[in-house]
């Protein structure tokens, strides 16, 4: 199993600490694509009127300029960087010794900057969205989109694919639709659904972390990850189509 996520959009840089070691990174296929990307992303952010370019308000300013020198920013593990309701939710700091492991086994991230990295991969704290158009790259998930087909193919292969991102990380990369399971959340009032944006971060973290830390082996098939759903949610499974992958519908109270 593993766990497709967004990166928050706020991070918390690194105090202290060396700067990123490429070499560490996981998917080293990546690094050539991560270094462009770097490298754009520098010379927006030095623009004067990097803010506008880069779709940010003032109030973030300090983290646009951070992006500057993200060559020689302290780096820290992606679980200590990203932050956020969602990941406040999955609670990577409460976890045991081994269901940290397992975290660090089973969950990818999927980063403007990065393109993929895994938990464990060490990297400063950045200022990127995925909606974002550079210089030299054009729309970040159109630059990645063929690069992850590629890099990812390996990694993923036999294994069943719990889709927690959000749409505009999902435009990035399309799983394979027969192994991918995209989760969504609603409320239902009066026989009616919504969707929610607040509580669908809350409650993917939540999902993620229950199935770091349930006993028993990972779920391996869709209806599997349902029965595990089930065991915390009002949750239905749609099944998916040769070219859509299924959707796990969670149904929170209202």
């Given at each position: 199993m593993l766990i497709l996520l967004p990166p928050s959009e706020g991070k918390t840089p690194a105090t202290r600490g060396d700067a990123m070691d490429w070499t560490s990174l996981s998917f080293p296929d990546l690094n050539s694509c991560r270094a462009k990307v770097l490298e754009a992303l520098g010379t927006v952010s030095a623009h004067e009127d990097a803010l506008a370019l880069l779709g940010v308000g003032a109030s973030l300013q300090s983290d646009v300029e951070r992006n500057t020198r993200l060559h020689a920013e302290p780096a820290a593990p992606a679980h200590q960087v990203y932050s956020g309701v969602l990941y406040d939710a999955l609670g990577y700091k409460s976890m045991t010794g081994r269901q940290r492991r397992k975290a660090d086994e089973s969950v990818l991230v999927i980063s403007a900057l990065w393109g993929a990295i895994r938990f464990a991969d060490?990297?400063?704290?950045?200022?990127?969205?995925?909606?974002?158009?550079?210089?030299?790259?054009?729309?970040?998930a159109?630059?990645?989109?063929?690069?992850?087909?590629?890099?990812?193919?390996?990694?993923?292969?036999?294994?069943?694919?719990?889709?927690?991102?959000?749409?505009?990380?999902?435009?990035?990369?399309?799983?394979?639709?027969?192994?991918?399971?995209?989760?969504?959340?609603?409320?239902?009032?009066?026989?009616?659904?919504?969707?929610?944006?607040?509580?669908?971060?809350?409650?993917?973290?939540?999902?993620?972390?229950?199935l770091l830390t349930r006993p028993g082996k990972a779920p391996q098939t869709p209806v599997q990850l349902h029965k595990a759903a089930g065991e915390k949610w009002n949750a239905e499974l749609v099944p998916g189509t040769a070219r859509k992958a299924h959707a796990l519908n969670i149904i929170l109270p209202n």
């Open positions: 060490s990297v400063p704290a950045y200022r990127l969205s995925m909606s974002t158009s550079l210089p030299d790259v054009g729309r970040l159109s630059f990645w989109k063929p690069q992850l087909t590629d890099a990812l193919a390996a990694a993923v292969s036999g294994q069943l694919l719990v889709d927690c991102r959000s749409s505009t990380y999902a435009a990035a990369w399309t799983p394979p639709a027969a192994s991918t399971v995209t989760v969504n959340v609603f409320t239902e009032v009066n026989g009616a659904r919504k969707v929610v944006s607040h509580f669908a971060k809350h409650t993917r973290g939540e999902l993620a972390r229950h």
